[in-house]
């Protein structure tokens, strides 16, 4: 028997989804929400998707029940060194200006702010380590992994990749950087591993976010697209609020903050745009 919500229930749940994560399901993607709720609905033994709402929004476990629904409606899709122009952009620009910033404090904070399973933080401790600016001199670089969906920040720990992550991957560094651990898996090396700190963060959670703070670049690729404009706003502000004084936001390279926010000042990089924090906010406020 099929199973179809009315259009109410849609609205309620999608409404709760999108209040929490910033989520938003339209068009042919409100087939696959209604098949991920009946899916939790068939766990929990609700037989209809207003009882399941209920247990939702005031059952003792429905923080649990919210990590379980996101963690089936979050798309996950990730690998190293993706997106090429960004990868040379970062090794080529980004890190020498970093390194400049910071050249008094000697401490460098990255931030992966939606990074699935770590792939995309592993990639920025590589090439930091490939970069070799770090080496000498009593430098610290911090990267920060951070993710909602609570099953793939438990895999980037655990730093086991199967062969589709290594899709952008030259041989070479596969090799000098992974352990082949049998039956297609391989796990990252400790020198990448213990680079980057990993814990679960809702990037519509405001109390979380407050502890983000003064970042040199924040990575948000291939995130953004899940939410509705508003939702980007919200998530870009808190960003900025994130961000240290000309500190830079990487979004995917598909991705734009045209008509979200005049918070940023587009930097131009080869084949690359960059959003940089002004040094001085106008007015001299926050
Ligand atoms: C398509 S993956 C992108 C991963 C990586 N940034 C990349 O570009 O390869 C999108 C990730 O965003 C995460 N995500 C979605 N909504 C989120 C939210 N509100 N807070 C934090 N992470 C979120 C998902 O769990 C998922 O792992």
Not at 219 to 228: E, G, K, Q, T, W
Not at 239 to 258: C, K, M, N, R
């Amino acid at each position: 028997m099929s199973f179809q919500m009315t259009e109410e229930e849609q609205k309620l749940l999608s409404d709760c989804v999108r209040g929490y994560a910033g989520l938003v399901f339209s068009g042919a993607q409100e087939y696959l929400f209604q098949k991920r709720i009946k899916r939790r609905m068939d766990a929990n033994k609700l037989v209809s998707a207003r009882e399941y709402y209920h247990f939702l929004r005031f059952d003792p476990r429905r923080d649990d029940e919210m990590r379980e629904l996101i963690n089936l409606l979050t798309v996950n899709e990730t690998y190293f060194f993706r997106e090429t122009p960004q990868i040379e952009m970062v090794s080529r620009e980004l890190l020498p200006a970093l390194k400049e910033r910071r050249s008094r404090e000697k401490t460098v904070r990255i931030w992966s702010a939606a990074c699935s399973n770590g792939a995309e933080p592993y990639t920025l401790a590589m090439l930091v380590l490939e970069s070799g600016l770090f080496q000498a001199g009593g430098w610290k670089v911090e990267i920060f992994g951070t993710d909602i969906n609570s099953e793939v920040v438990q895999a980037a720990r655990k730093g086991m990749f199967g062969v589709p992550a290594f899709r952008g991957t030259d041989e070479a560094l596969r090799k000098k950087y992974f352990t082949p651990a049998g039956a297609g898996q391989w796990e990252i090396r400790d020198e990448v591993k213990k680079m980057v700190k990993f814990s679960q963060m809702n990037l519509h959670n405001r109390a979380q976010m407050r502890l983000m703070r003064d970042m040199d670049a924040i990575f948000c690729r291939n995130v953004l697209i899940y939410f509705d404009t508003e939702g980007k706003r919200e998530v870009s502000e808190m960003f900025h609020d994130s961000l240290a004084p000309s500190g830079y936001l990487v979004i995917g390279q598909t991705e734009s903050l045209f008509k979200v926010t005049t918070l940023y000042t587009i930097v131009p990089m080869t084949n690359v745009l960059l959003y940089q924090k002004p040094s001085a906010p106008p007015g001299g406020g926050k």
